[in-house]
């Protein structure tokens, strides 16, 4: 008996492994060819070329940057918390990783379908601050320490905006579970009724991931390269890759609260003939370019307008849009029993 439950326990074991290294292969394929993407798309908006010359139309150039980072020397400071500064970029890149558990790329296509799966990733994209502070702070440097604490403010101060938009998800699909929201946009994507909190929410990541214009962590200008500044080879690698990833998933975050996850916009022939993961992945690359065409195309925020967009505008105005919202659902006799299934 004991010997057919340790099989059992381990093709189990075995099935979960398969699955994980099929999330996690073609994602971190997919971040390379995202440093890839953005230099190109950015280059042909600026009327420059972009990574053109390391194979054919430029397609090799994240190996061959791969290769130089790995070649590179890891530079420990001298005056360094070792232990912390070397841990900060595996938190970083790990938290980006594990939270793909519960994303569904189609019907029945996920690694864990837990009914709190919206609440696991609001927990795990929280996470990713410790790992910012903890470079910063083991860095020993004061660039570092700084750009670290106004990463931490930016994304403690958008989250609580991401929060209550995500309660204007739960209420229109009554559930915590994330292909359940999916499917409750069937007859329409929440992104129409809820229009202004689908803005709200892209443009909170943004300021989530620290990319342009919130990149105030990362200015150039004054902090050199904020809380990674002292990071070399690949040790900046993995911060990098992890900033990429995060952009990745928080995408799909939208895509799945917004866009309808992997359902066709018409439920019409041919759109309706195109497997599920492929739109899925067709729409999470279209909110990537828009990352990447706001990166291009807007000036960087100054300090004190981040901090005002997200405490005196995003926040009053998604908590109005709740009771609006539960009015609405509540009036109109729509409000579904939010449960945790």
């Given at each position: 008996?004991?010997?057919?439950?340790?099989h059992?326990?381990?093709?189990?074991l075995?099935?979960?492994?398969?699955q994980?290294?099929?999330?996690i292969?073609p994602?971190?394929?997919a971040?390379a060819?995202?440093?890839?993407?953005e230099?190109?798309?950015?280059g042909?908006?600026q009327?420059?070329?972009?990574?053109?010359?390391?194979?054919?139309?430029?397609?090799?150039?994240?190996?061959?940057?791969?290769?130089?980072l790995?070649a590179k020397e890891?530079?420990l400071?001298a005056?360094?918390?070792?232990?912390?500064?070397?841990?900060?970029?595996?938190?970083?890149f790990?938290?980006?990783l594990?939270?793909w558990?519960?994303?569904?790329?189609?019907?029945?296509?996920v690694?864990?379908?837990?009914?709190?799966g919206i609440?696991?990733l609001?927990?795990?994209?929280?996470?990713?601050?410790y790992?910012?502070i903890?470079?910063?702070?083991?860095?020993n440097?004061?660039?570092?320490?700084?750009?670290?604490?106004r990463?931490?403010?930016?994304m403690?101060?958008?989250?609580?905006?991401?929060?209550?938009v995500?309660i204007?998800?739960?209420?229109?699909?009554g559930?915590?579970?994330?292909?359940?929201?999916?499917e409750?946009q069937r007859?329409m994507?929440?992104?129409?009724?809820?229009?202004?909190m689908?803005v709200?929410?892209?443009?909170s990541?943004?300021?989530?991931?620290?990319?342009?214009?919130?990149?105030?962590?990362?200015?150039?200008?004054e902090?050199?390269?904020?809380?990674?500044?002292?990071?070399?080879?690949?040790?900046?690698a993995?911060?990098?890759?992890g900033?990429?990833?995060?952009?990745?998933l928080?995408s799909?975050?939208?895509?799945?609260l917004?866009l309808?996850?992997?359902?066709?916009?018409?439920d019409i022939?041919?759109?309706n003939?195109i497997p599920?993961?492929?739109w899925f992945?067709?729409?999470?690359m279209?909110?990537l370019?828009v990352?990447?065409?706001?990166?291009?195309?807007?000036?960087?925020?100054?300090?004190?307008q981040?901090?005002?967009?997200?405490w005196?505008?995003?926040?009053?105005f998604?908590?109005?849009?709740v009771?609006?919202t539960?009015?609405?659902?509540?009036?109109?006799?729509?409000?579904?029993d939010?449960s945790l299934g």
């Open positions: 008996m004991m010997d057919f439950l340790t059992e326990w381990a093709v189990e075995g099935w979960i492994l398969l994980i290294l099929f999330v292969g994602l971190l394929i971040v060819y995202l440093t890839l993407a230099r190109r798309v950015i042909f908006m009327l420059r070329k972009g990574p053109n010359v390391v194979g054919p139309f430029g397609m090799f150039q994240p190996f061959a940057d791969a290769l130089k790995m890891t530079i400071p005056g360094a918390n070792k232990v912390v500064f070397l841990f900060a970029p595996m938190l970083t790990i938290l980006s594990v939270a558990a519960v994303i569904p790329f189609g019907e029945g296509l690694i864990a379908d837990i009914n709190v609440l696991y609001f927990a795990v994209s929280s996470l990713g601050v790992g910012v903890m470079a910063g702070w083991a860095s440097s004061k660039y570092a320490f700084l750009g670290a604490l990463s931490a403010a930016q403690v101060s958008y989250e609580v905006s991401m929060g209550l995500i204007n998800v739960l209420l229109c699909a559930s915590l579970n994330l292909s359940a929201i999916v409750a007859d994507w929440f992104a129409l009724p809820l229009l202004p689908f709200v929410f892209f443009i990541t943004l300021a989530e991931t620290n990319r342009a214009p919130f990149d105030l962590p990362e200015g150039e200008s902090l050199v390269a904020g809380y990674f500044v002292e990071y070399s080879s690949m040790s900046f993995l911060f990098f890759l900033e990429y990833a995060n952009m990745i928080m799909s975050m939208t895509v799945i917004f309808g996850g992997w359902l066709p916009p018409l022939w041919p759109l003939m599920g993961p492929l992945i067709l729409k999470i279209l909110v370019f990352f990447l065409w706001v990166r291009a195309t807007t000036p960087r925020y100054r300090y004190d981040l901090m005002r967009l997200g005196k505008i995003f926040l009053p998604s908590l109005i849009y009771v609006l539960a009015g609405y659902l509540l009036v109109s006799g729509n409000l579904p939010v």
